[in-house]
């Protein structure tokens, strides 16, 4: 189970963005990197092509790139600071059957990472 999933609250905690929160729009699980909205902006240069309508694309283009998942942490819900997850085990019934899950949290941490 990961840590961190899509649609999380993170908290860069290293790198040149340091301090910014987001939300996780991407995971890419393979290389252990997240992209996260509004941290860590790349140019990118695009070639000049065209559309079928004759519109012109390309030129300089600024959007997120991935960061590494170690310098992300979850940000607690409820004192908006960041912190580790816990996982602990809880029971679901679900059409009179019992099963167990396992459920992500986040720890209270007494200091900020």
Do not use: C, W
């Not at 999380?8 to 929160?21: A, C, E, F, T």
């Not at 309508?53 to 170690?70: L, N």
């Amino acid at each position: 189970m990961a840590n961190i999933k899509k649609d999380d609250l993170v908290q860069v905690i290293s790198g040149k963005d340091s301090g910014k929160q987001g939300r996780v729009i991407e995971v890419i699980p393979a290389e252990n990197r997240v992209v996260v909205e509004g941290v860590n902006y790349v140019t990118k240069h695009v070639k000049v092509g065209q559309t079928q309508r004759g519109t012109k694309t390309g030129g300089i283009e600024t959007h997120e790139a991935p960061i590494h998942v170690s310098n992300v942490a979850i940000v607690d819900p409820e004192s908006k600071k960041p912190t580790r997850v816990g996982f602990r085990n809880e029971t679901v019934t679900k059409d009179g059957v019992e099963k167990t899950v396992r459920v992500r949290y986040a720890k209270k941490s007494g200091k900020d990472l």
